[in-house]
């Protein structure tokens, strides 16, 4: 076994660092200061290259970090991109200080009883790109398990990422999304909301719902049973907003 192989295998027992599978999380991560403690593939000439070509603001993180190693042994599936990291995870004081934190900027998102390991991390992603303070789940699921990093393409850290009981929210008021709500086209979603969104097939919890200063409703087509998750999460997010649109140059008229 060569020293490389060594350390990642000890690095991974320790149980304390987050998987990045594949470039696009590892770029990501990279982009929005993760430290990343171990990267390695199996050609770090084309992973360069990658990074070159997709990513030059990280190349020279990605030709230092990265150390040549097999990748079949020591991943469940090896990424098509050849590349896999070990990072510290967000340190979880600072997050949850974060979203405490009043008056906020962007809302939080709150996954009541999440199930799809894919679907959270398309959310993560949405939440990323629109600004969001961060995103929240209720219930067993892990919101930093390998799988939803992966779907998250590595926006882990670029927002805030926690798992919290229903009495340890961030305080604001709280928009629940239930078909029984107001027409969101209604209403203005202000920039401490909390947007909490239940699972396809049960929706919010009983005891979400009891808590709840608003239920609120997307637009539907009678008979449509409900969205995916995430594209529930992207209307709502749009509706509020998002980041502020880039100033356009132009001449006056």
């Known amino acids: ?134 995103v929240v789940t209720r219930g067993d699921l892990d919101p930093w398990h390998p799988n939803v990093v992966r779907a998250g393409a590595g926006l882990h850290y670029a927002t805030t990422v926690e798992r919290l009981a229903l009495d340890e929210l961030p305080p604001g008021p709280l928009y629940a999304l239930d078909p029984e709500g107001a027409d969101i086209r209604a209403l203005t979603l202000p920039d401490d909301a909390l947007l909490a969104f239940g699972s396809e097939r049960h929706g919010i919890s009983p005891e979400l719902r009891a808590r709840a200063d608003h239920l609120v409703s997307l637009p539907m087509r009678p008979q449509v049973s409900s969205y995916n998750l995430a594209t529930s999460v992207a209307m709502t997010l749009f509706h509020w907003g998002g980041p502020p649109a880039p100033e356009q140059d132009g001449e006056d008229s």
Do not use: C, S, Y
């Open 1 to 134: 076994m060569d020293d490389t192989v060594r350390e990642w295998r000890e690095a991974e027992q320790a149980g304390d660092l987050v998987l990045l599978d594949g470039f696009h999380t590892l770029k990501h991560a990279l982009r929005f200061g993760a430290d990343v403690r171990m990267v390695i593939a199996e050609d770090p000439g084309a992973v360069r290259a990658l990074a070159r070509e997709l990513a030059p603001d990280v190349e020279a993180a990605v030709a230092r970090l990265t150390r040549r190693a097999g990748l079949r042994g020591l991943l469940p599936r090896v990424h098509p991109t050849g590349v896999a990291a070990l990072a510290v995870r967000p340190d979880r004081a600072a997050g949850l200080a974060g979203l405490g934190r009043v008056p906020r900027p962007a809302p939080v998102v709150v996954l009541d009883n999440p199930r799809n390991l894919g679907n959270v991390g398309a959310v993560v992603r949405l939440a990323a790109g629109f600004g969001a303070t961060g």
